[in-house]
């Protein structure tokens, strides 16, 4: 991201949100030698908007995986 958040961050967001959920079940860390990637990750997540739609993903990925 640049100084304001665009379209490709909005894109790009909801598919972060499963990688850090995947990733988080592997114990594998999605950040390691990516600190540029980190970087935007803490600033989208920063949002308030964006802290809802975490909590919704992450409440519609548990349903899911859960019913399995």
């Known amino acids: 991201t ?4 665009n379209a490709a961050d909005a894109l790009l967001f909801p598919l972060f949100i499963f990688y850090t959920t995947y990733f988080k079940r592997l114990r594998k860390d999605l950040w390691k030698d990516r600190p540029k990637l980190q970087a935007w990750w803490l600033t989208m997540t920063a949002d308030e908007t964006a802290k809802e739609i975490i909590r919704d993903t992450h409440g519609v990925i548990s349903a899911r995986v859960g019913s399995q």
């Open 2 to 5: 640049g100084r304001t958040l």
